[in-house]
């Protein structure tokens, strides 16, 4: 019998499967037979402790709790506290803040920048592009936006960011669409923990100035920065190439609250515009609060109250950035214990800097993926690759983790 739909034409078909939530279930069951304990859960995105309970700034959470909940609960302006978008500005550009006209919209979350930018910066039926190993949440905004992606391939030969393949496609796809919007994550990318070097981002820079230049198409790029304060301190430099651009190449930056300040949950973050052109940043603005008028609203008032408290009050900030160093230590510890023991058993991965997740290139991620859970291993597969959220597990359980995924890979075929 036929399925009865009543959904409009665009909205047909579209479904998609958690796949984290997925691999956390199977991982929760099989801890009640074999002991939470026995259990490698390295499918959450998030800091979690050696328990498996979230780590959460302390200094956050006091300085929400110090304010009050008339404050916290009242409406925020659709574009955001003024306040809050200097903050944010301020919090991610810190010393390398980009010699340009710089205005912010308040979104919920990095995902909220990702979706206007696509919504406003190409046509319906338009590409955009960006690396081929990426964020999913990409493909499911093009889907829902009656837009597509396209991808090129991360990595050279030598494991560096691959500027001649992106460069190709910006070009091919300059060639047939009028914007071209180009998504980088970086630093500490998701899912490799790549991050372009300085050097490469000047490249990057200049061969889509070289292309602005032409005046043939609008260059956007969109820089995702959500893993931006759990890259190293000098993780920011790269910021300074945004100075100084043709008018019509704009820079949107992407930041969010949800890692770097722990709050995933509080939906806080900032689409922040860059440019040599006042006029194309006031339109920013403008079309981009239009758009959180007619989607969301305004976004959550307490993330950005806090943001505020932090900014307002140096000592706070001070604290919070101590505290983040430290989980970021431990972040790099747990990555140095995985990847010494790949290279001592040969295990390959992509190019790891700093970061969230460790990601293994493989054609068989599904296979091994299931029968790694035989071990109490619990990992996701990606299309092309198995994604480790070294975040969720400590050093103790990453012990022993690379050895067990290489013998599976023998098993089954890389
Ligand atoms: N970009 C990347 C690459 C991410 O991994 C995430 C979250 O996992 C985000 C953006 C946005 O996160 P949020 O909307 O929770 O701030």
């Known amino acids: 019998m036929q399925k009865i739909s009543m959904v409009a034409k665009h909205a047909k078909g579209k479904s998609e499967q958690d796949r984290i939530f997925g691999v956390n279930s199977a991982a929760n069951k099989k801890a009640e037979i074999v ?29 929400m709790k110090n304010l009050s909940f008339d404050d916290l609960a009242a409406y925020a302006p659709i574009a955001g506290l003024p306040g809050y978008i200097e903050a944010a500005i301020d919090a991610t550009f810190e010393d390398c803040k980009p010699d340009a006209f710089i205005k912010g919209i308040a979104t919920p979350g990095g995902s909220g920048g990702v979706h206007h930018a696509v919504w406003n910066y190409t046509d319906e039926g338009d590409t955009f592009l960006t690396a081929d190993w990426f964020w999913g949440p990409y493909r499911t905004m093009a889907q829902d936006l009656l837009r597509n992606i396209d991808t090129f391939l991360t990595f050279d030969e030598e494991g560096n960011f691959n500027l001649k393949a992106c ?32 050097d490469e981002w000047e490249k990057l820079v200049a ?12 260059i956007v790029l969109y820089v995702d920065v959500a ?8 993780s920011r430099e790269f910021f300074k190439t945004f100075s100084n651009l043709p008018e019509n190449l704009l820079v949107l930056v992407g930041f969010s609250m949800s890692k770097g300040y722990t709050m995933y949950g509080y939906r806080t973050g900032c689409l922040i515009g860059v440019s040599s052109s006042e006029d194309v940043i006031n339109e920013f603005f403008d079309v981009n609060q239009f758009s959180s008028r007619a989607t969301w609203s305004n976004c ?16 706070l900030m001070a604290k919070v950035k101590k505290e983040r160093e430290e989980y970021r230590l431990s972040m790099e510890d747990r ?80």
């Open 35 to 63: 002991g939470k304990e026995n259990i490698v859960n390295a499918s959450i995105g998030a800091f979690l402790d050696a328990s498996g309970k979230l780590i959460t700034l302390p200094t956050v959470e006091e300085t």
């Open 167 to 198: 460069m190709e496609k910006v070009e091919a796809l300059a060639k047939v669409q009028k914007n071209v919007l180009l998504i980088i994550n970086s630093p500490a990318h998701n899912p490799t923990g790549y991050s372009l070097t300085d």
């Open 207 to 218: 061969s889509l100035s070289e292309l602005a230049n032409k005046k043939e198409n609008n």
């Open 227 to 234: 893993y931006l304060d759990f890259a190293p301190k000098e």
């Open 300 to 315: 959550t008032r307490s993330g950005m109250r806090v943001l505020m408290e932090l900014h307002d009050k140096p000592e």
């Open 335 to 414: 990555a140095h214990t995985f990847i010494n023991e790949a290279n001592e058993v040969g295990l390959k991965m992509c190019p790891y800097h700093s970061g969230f997740f460790i990601t293994i290139p493989t054609q068989n991620a599904d296979e091994i993926a299931l029968k790694l859970q035989d071990d109490n291993i619990f990992l996701v597969s990606l299309k092309k690759g198995i994604r480790i959220a070294i975040c969720a597990i400590p050093s103790e359980k990453i012990e022993g983790m690379a050895t067990k995924i290489k013998k599976a890979m023998d098993e089954i075929g890389e």
